[in-house]
């Protein structure tokens, strides 16, 4: 008796995700926000350059680094038009599917009934206690990959921001994989045998500079939140390659100002981070059309040019940011000896892209901004077209204590063959 | 002293035709690792200068290096979904020999004095003019020896043959301990092309412009690497992964240690230990072929590879004797003893007359010392093969391994025909001679047979935020010296493991932001055949120790961006007793420059003891001590040397090379 009335507790706390049913409507309103119009902020027009003369009129729909950024004359921000960047039919199709089938565990970090889709299309409520939790999951089952990708080449540069100075260049190639809860491409939903329920995998290649020159990186998070991710390096000049433990992730990246865990936006287990839901708000946000930007003439690439970066160090990207709806998300690290106190995530809320992220140190002081540029698939190059996927088409992180940046330029192929399966095993780093 | 170049030919067309096809449309570019066929090359041209300072010696190195690297993938080729094509070119120049030649050139060595622990004619003699001497007066004592005896060699007349004069030799040992009673003798220490006493053909045979620039060698050694990959991939989704040509295989997950990487032989004499294997390693012509299962039903990964090295042999390059890094001191106790088979020579402490002390006594030619290496020619049953079987199970990297492979350290057998200079006439010794002596320091070189089997697997432990990567094997078919047994060698099993321990670490006082990493390796071999007794005068049997271990320890930081990295690796030979400690910094000034200045210093316990044949009669009745039989082996009086190096090992033996290190690298 006492072990039923237990059961019924355990489900009834496992039931927070399902108490609130979501509805087609839920669904529709997820995947079309600005179907009954785009969000206004009064002194946000598309077309304004906002800089430090105007910033305070248009604070309301900047985050707070931001407004500083600008505040201080460091940079300026183009506003530009807002609008849906569109989502696969399949992913919307497999969210209809599957609605209200999958629910929170009783621990953070455990999701029930997951089969495809976005798990949670429903508002967030403040009055949920999970409702940082769930946007996330949201976030973590996104289709920012169309169930895969590829980025090449990936120039990554550390520059020092006050001096404007290049320090280092780096030419990378990066491959993401979706194993399961795949929508787009084939094999769906899984791929077949994954005896160890792996949820998603990336391999990362240095070409330049000489001396990291084929360093490799294979990161697989499991389809169980509980399990560890298994991360591999592969150090070109031991010609070895060496499991990382868990807490390398918080290194920085080959030396850059990113680390492991915040590839993405994040880049980490669910169960990891405390999560709450700090409210939805209208926001200027790094979403605009890649082919109408003002782009790059270096690196040459055949067919594609790069956006640009400027600002002061050349630390901000050089795009058009539209005002769009956004989910605050405070994630705060259950290790009280992380590297860093917290979090703050801008979530986009048609995409649920993580397109601006605050990163605080442990003394609770601002130390990074992370700023993620997307670009919708029309816009990008014409065989990515079609493909509904918010396209990750750059990056800055700009460490605001050391007056330090490090940026991305991406060239990302939606293309299943540049990341066949044979790439996300620690034999292929072995062998290449 | 060169060797031909035709010898081994049958390798060139094929590294000339890599070569043409991976330079025939070299370009700066790039070559990504999934299916993205780049018909661009990407060439990396690299210089680089290390500049060294030994303790009491000056310069130890200016070594100049000039590495290129194109890689170029191909993308489809028939049945192979993604070839590729990768040359890595080296050539070296070091002018130590030049700038420092009184130490490591032409001019190196000079005439040496052997310790006389008897007294007469003095408490040493030169180099000729021990026991045996015209111009000692001990030798008039050896009148009564069958025939007069045959001790004494040519060390004065230029025109006689097998002239073995006291000039360009050192002492054997003599940078690192005193002769103390124990044995000792000269060694040669100039080039091959100089000096060819003690030089040992096709082995360790190299004249100075070889030890400047080794990669120019017969061998082809400038193209370090010239290998082609390719995949076939199958519908289930498993592939056939190859890779031919002259290529590094690497086995195992630890650092330093070579428990289970051991396919290629490694060049010691460019650094010691010190190097990245990945320099040192000596690559070799090797097919590999590994079918690639990827996720099964069981495993998250599954691979099975052979691996076939169809080149002709290659040992360790342990370094001549004469250059900056000798391993052990081997090459010069190898290059000591050639000298004394070919020229005979003058042995420190040796002959027992009924005095207090030894008396230092002069061989003659083909009584002691080493005789001839015999590497292995080219042929099928000399070629080396192995198999591994490597995967990943629930979080478990593994690898089970097994190789057949040739040693790649030297094996000094006994046993070979020589003289007796007790009895050149057979009087007493009713064998012709030449003929072999039981428990006679006399020997060949042989690289035997050895057949490994091993495993290795990593693994993370979340609650110490710690990986541990482990590794071990058991091989059979090794040798060691040994002196109980007659011809003076003996194989033995050898179990050998590492326990990696990987730790990124954060040091908040040293730097908030970014984890030290610090990495500890407890490397163990036990020899489970060892054989050491106690006899009257000490131990005899093996001198390798029965079961030792090594820890090591880097502890290593980053700053700027990763740009200034300190470092401190450590290391340290439980039963030697000896530590070495190499504190460095790299300063990534630029993506195309780099500096390093660092320093690599020793400390603890030099040279050991340990019985070294005197008293091991091997020309009975001439050589036995009072109530010593024909076959009753060594009474155990030791010395430093011969073989307390096995027991100093690689760091108790390198207690004199402190150094300073300056390296300058710069990418074109």
Known sequence: ?432 | MRKSAKKDSRNAPLAAGMLTLAVGVAHTGGAAAGDIPNEEARVDVVYENATFARRDVGLSKFRNTLKIDIDRQLGRRGAFDDVGVNLKLRGTFDGVYRLNEDTYGNKAGGAVQLENTVGIPGSSVPHGGGLGSPTNPLTAGLAGLPGGGAFGFNSTDPSAPRYNPNEGLAVLGEHLHRTDGGVAFAVPVRPCDKDSRGCIKDYLDASRQELESPEFNDRWDFIREAYVTGSVPFDDGSSLFMKVGKQQVVWGRTDLFRVLDVINPVDYSRNNIYDELQDIRIPMWIMQAEYRAGATETFDDLNFAVVWNFDKFRPHNIGQCGSPNVILDAGCFMRGMKNLWDNGGTVANFANLGLPGLAATDFGPNQIGIRKAHLPSWSLSNTQLGVKLEGQKSGVGFSLNALTYRSQLPSLRGGIPARNPFDPVGAVDTQPQPHPYPYLIAFDVHFPRVNLIGGSMDLQVDSIKSVFRLEAALTEGEEFPNGLRKRLFSESRVFRYVIGWDRPTFIPFLNKTRAFLISAQLFGQHLLDHELEQRPLGKVGMPDWKDNNIFTLLFKGFYMNDRVSPQVIMAHDVKANATAIAPSIDWLFSDRLKLTVGANVKVGHGARKFDDCRTCNPFHPFSASPGQGPNDGSLGLGGFEPLGRFRAGPIGMAQQEDELQFVLQYKF
């Open chain 1, 1 to 432: 008796m006492k072990m039923r009335t237990m059961t019924s507790m355990l489900l009834a706390a496992g039931a927070i995700g399902t108490a609130q049913a979501a509805t087609e409507a839920d669904v529709d309103k997820s995947f079309g926000p600005y179907k009954s119009g785009v969000p206004t902020v009064a002194g946000v027009k598309p077309g304004t350059v906002i800089d430090k003369s105007n910033v305070e009129a248009a604070k309301g729909a900047l985050i707070p680094s931001m407004a500083q950024f600008i505040k201080s004359g460091q940079t300026t921000l183009a506003v530009g038009e807002t609008y849906s960047f569109g989502i696969s039919k399949n992913y919307i199709d497999a969210t209809r599917k599957n609605l209200n089938k999958v629910s929170l565990g009783a621990n953070v970090g455990d999701l029930v009934g997951f089969v495809a889709g976005r798990p949670f299309p429903q508002e967030p409520d403040a009055k949920d206690p999970r409702a940082g939790e769930k946007v996330f999951w949201n976030f973590q089952h996104n289709n920012r990959i169309g169930d895969s990708y590829t980025i090449w080449p990936w120039y990554m540069e550390y520059k020092n921001m006050a001096s404007g100075k290049v320090e280092r260049t780096l030419k990378q190639e990066y491959h993401i994989i979706q194993w399961k809860h795949r929508v787009d491409q084939e094999p769906r939903p899984e791929v077949e045998p994954n005896p160890s329920q792996l949820l998603r995998s990336g391999y990362l290649k240095v070409h330049e500079p000489q001396d990291l020159k084929d360093t490799q990186l294979l990161i697989s998070r499991f389809s169980d939140d509980a399990k560890l991710d298994e991360v591999y390096l592969y150090l070109g000049f031991q010609r070895r390659v060496r499991r990382l433990a868990s807490n390398q992730v918080t290194d920085p990246f080959l030396g850059s100002d990113l680390m492991v865990e915040d590839f993405e936006g994040y880049n980490g287990r669910m169960r990891d981070m405390k999560w709450e839901y700090k409210g939805t708000r209208d926001l200027l946000v790094p979403f605009y059309a890649h082919n109408k930007q003002k782009l790059a003439e270096e690196p040459k690439e055949a067919d594609f040019k790069f956006i640009d970066f400027g600002g002061e160090g050349a630390c901000f990207p050089n795009v058009t940011w539209q005002l769009r709806k956004t989910y605050v998300i405070e994630s705060v690290p259950v290790n009280p000896d992380h590297v860093i106190s917290k979090r703050v995530h801008y979530v986009d809320a048609e995409t649920y892209a993580l397109s601006l992220n605050e990163i605080y140190d442990r003394k609770g002081e601002l130390w990074k901004t992370f700023i993620i540029a997307y670009t919708d698939s029309e816009s990008h190059m014409p065989k990515n077209a079609g493909r509904g996927v918010a396209i990750n088409d750059g990056f800055s992180i700009i460490d605001v204590q050391a007056k330090h940046c490090s940026t991305g330029k991406f060239k990302v192929h939606l293309d299943q063959e540049m990341s066949p399966t044979k790439l996300f095993s620690v034999q292929f780093m072995r062998g290449s």
